[in-house]
């Protein structure tokens, strides 16, 4: 979530240094870079809900024990 939260907030910065973008499209990149954390945050949640794979869903040729 951070690298994606730091390329929007980089992206950001450079739509302030070119200028000649209207305040709006500014606005709504704003609205996208936060629609785009909570959809990273709510993929990490449902992940982390999921769990790990069961091992008979694992493919026995590229899962290895040690």
């Known amino acids: ?3 994606i939260m ?3 907030k980089e992206a950001l ?5 070119l200028g000649s973008v209207s305040e709006n499209v500014i606005q709504d990149f704003k609205v996208l870079s936060e629609k785009a954390k909570a959809a990273a ?3 990490m ?3 982390a809900m999921l769990g790990d794979i069961p091992d ?4 026995p ?3 290895t024990s040690h």
């Open 1 to 3: 979530i951070i690298s």
């Open 6 to 8: 730091q390329l929007f």
């Open 13 to 17: 910065d450079l739509l302030h240094r």
């Open 41 to 43: 945050v709510e993929a």
């Open 45 to 47: 949640d449902t992940e």
């Open 56 to 59: 008979e869903f694992l493919d």
């Open 61 to 63: 040729i590229q899962v």
